[in-house]
């Protein structure tokens, strides 16, 4: 579960997520800048799209179309939810390849006696 809040104008709307997932998502575009309250000062380049159609939500609204900047906050709670942290999403890091390092032998270390 997850709660994405926006404001729009000098009102803040917010957004209960509870088991939803996304179904399509259109017009992918760089974010600059996104930020995470888990990673306090760390901001990113992602890459997002600017509409996402949501479906499956187990609270209304049960489905619903989001954009502009609900769409990235969704995303971004959604990437949470699975799993994905900020750090991961930069499109700027480099890239780890878990399986081989997973793999790779662990090197020994004698304490010297």
């Known amino acids: ?25 259109y017009d992918e575009f760089i974010f600059d800048n996104e930020g995470c309250l888990s ?11 600017r509409e996402v159609h949501v479906v499956s939500n187990m609270v209304p609204p049960y489905g619903f ?7 990235v906050a969704i995303q971004h709670e959604l990437d949470h939810l699975h799993g994905r942290l900020l750090p991961e999403i930069d499109i700027n890091a480099p890239k780890i390849d878990i399986l081989r390092s997973a793999n790779a032998p662990i090197p020994f270390r004698s304490n010297g006696s």
């Open 1 to 25: 579960m997850a709660i994405v809040r926006v404001p729009v104008g000098n009102k803040i709307n917010s957004i209960d997520l509870v088991n939803c997932r996304i179904q399509s998502q």
């Open 39 to 49: 990673f306090p000062g760390m901001y990113v380049k992602s890459k997002r799209f």
């Open 65 to 71: 179309i989001a954009t502009g900047l609900l769409s």
